[in-house]
């Protein structure tokens, strides 16, 4: 008999989840984690007392309780959580902003309406007929690559529109450059305009002890600083892994949540690895702003999605950041939230991994230093300019997301192409997370709990 039934390899989100749903049902579940705490890009760390989040500026697809179809609640049932005992604070509101015009929404999906209906006033009725087409599609169902750029045309024939609907889109949750597949835009369409923006009560830590000691109550196992050295192949099937330490685990059936490029390194798997490895991430500065100053800044908004050129592109780019577009977050800005003090700004914008991964060590934090200041000063235009009196500011980069995800390249949204069945060419090796085409900590979460239920339930 195999030391486990099911092995799960990385303790983020995609992971708790798929481990708690197959520990409820009984199977005997490890997960491994390279790290000391769980969360991967979605975690924490402390510095001058504050706790940072790393991931959390936003959960996507709020829903209240007692709407049995939203993705959250379904999440929550079949986690076996208490939906009315997670509390949570919706987005106060958030703003599109580009040089030609500014269109804001919020949870409710009218606010959007209204300001394209003052911004666009022939493009309402093409607008409601974008809206009737993304209800009606079925995202998941198996198709081939669509090109949303061209669907968008052919609807709302508008390019400024179309480009201001895609810059939250593509940034909350596109792996590819330039454009997204149909399926990939009618989910985050959803997930961000239709559901809406909120975050949990309490920090990322709190959500994740949530969800370690739900897995540990269904008599779950999680090792951390466990790194997986290699998945182990007998015949045409795994049998389980192998440790950095040489230790051996055996399994009957393997969950990767490392994204397709990390697990085909760990299986051996002849695959394309080059196309499989995404090409957008991101470099986040976050400055800590005592209250005091905050008065100084515009941030009467949860988030912006800004873009300070005449159309948008959305690509790596050619420096080690690009600065002309980019996400400005306040934390703080949810409603029933109290201020806190200091408070936190995070500001956001696509990075080239090659360049950044070419630096030495010197060059490396030097280089930090001045695009985070090149960051802030871009934001400033659209919030005003930074306080003096920054109590901390701190930044990561590619190489960083890499190394605390294990996604390839530090690309936070994977591979632009998805394996939507999670299937791989073992029958009891599995992807789940980014790379299965789930985005965003409720997305996330759903992809682990759908590959457990879809091929490891009953079986």
């Given amino acids: 008999m195999a030391d486990y039934q099911l092995i799960i390899i990385g303790c983020g989100l995609s992971g708790l989840a798929a481990g708690i749903r197959a520990a409820r049902f009984g199977r005997r579940t490890l997960i491994l984690e390279q790290h000391t705490v769980a969360g991967g890009l979605n975690s924490y760390y402390h510095r001058r007392g504050v706790l940072l989040e790393t991931g959390l ?4 697809n709020f829903a209240a309780i007692g709407d049995k179809r939203a993705p959250l609640n379904r ?3 079949q986690l076996k959580l208490s939906r009315r005992a997670f509390v949570t604070h919706e987005q106060i509101g958030s703003e599109i902003v580009f040089p030609q015009l500014r269109l804001a929404f919020s949870n409710d999906f009218s606010l959007l309406e209204a300001g394209i209906a003052a911004a666009f006033p022939g493009c309402m009725d093409r607008f409601a007929r974008l809206v009737r087409a993304v209800d009606a599609y079925d995202p998941f169902a198996p198709a081939p690559w669509r090109s949303t750029r061209e669907f968008l045309s052919s609807i709302l024939a508008e390019p400024l529109l179309e480009d201001m609907l895609l810059l939250p889109l593509m940034v909350y949750g596109n792996a590819e450059e330039h454009d997204m597949d149909l399926g990939q835009f009618v989910i985050m369409f959803r997930a961000v305009f239709q559901d809406g923006f909120f975050r949990p009560q309490g920090t990322i830590r709190d959500f994740l002890d949530m969800l370690v000691a739900q897995f540990r109550r269904f008599d779950g196992e999680i090792r951390f600083q466990s790194p997986v ?10 049998a389980g892994v192998v440790l950095a ?15 397709i490029p990390g697990t085909a390194r760990l299986a051996g798997w002849d695959l394309d690895v080059a196309a499989h490895t995404g090409r957008m991430s991101f470099m986040e500065t976050i400055a800590l702003v005592p209250a005091r100053s905050m008065a100084e800044l515009r941030h009467d908004r949860t988030i912006f999605f800004y873009n300070l050129e005449p159309t948008f592109s959305y690509q790596r780019p050619d420096d080690l950041l690009d600065v002309s577009w980019g996400v400005i ?3 703080g800005n949810f409603q029933g939230l109290e201020a806190a003090d200091p ?8 990075a080239n991994y090659e360049l950044w991964q070419r630096l030495e060590d010197d060059d490396y934090r030097r280089a930090k230093e001045r695009w985070s200041a090149k960051s802030l000063a871009a934001a400033g235009k659209i919030i005003g300019n ?3 009196d920054i109590v901390y500011q701190d930044s990561f980069t590619p190489l960083t997301i890499e190394r605390f995800t294990a996604k390839a390249e530090g690309a936070v949204y994977g591979s632009p192409r998805k394996i939507r069945d999670g299937r791989t060419p073992w029958p009891n090796l599995f992807i789940a997370g980014t790379d299965q085409g ?22």
């Fill in 245 to 259: 330490d040489g230790e051996e685990i055996s399994g009957d059936a393997v969950l990767s949540t490392v994204g």
């Fill in 386 to 388: 930074s306080p003096a």
């Fill in 343 to 350: 408070a936190q700004v995070r500001v956001t914008n696509a």
């Fill in 438 to 459: 789930y985005l965003g900590i409720v997305g996330a979460m759903l992809s682990g709990v759908t590959i457990v239920n879809q091929h490891l339930l009953g079986s």
């Fill in 75 to 77: 999440l929550f049932r």
């Fill in 229 to 238: 050295a290699s998945i182990i192949r007998r015949h045409d099937r795994v």
């Fill in 57 to 60: 500026h936003a959960m996507t």
């Fill in 329 to 331: 977050c306040f934390p």
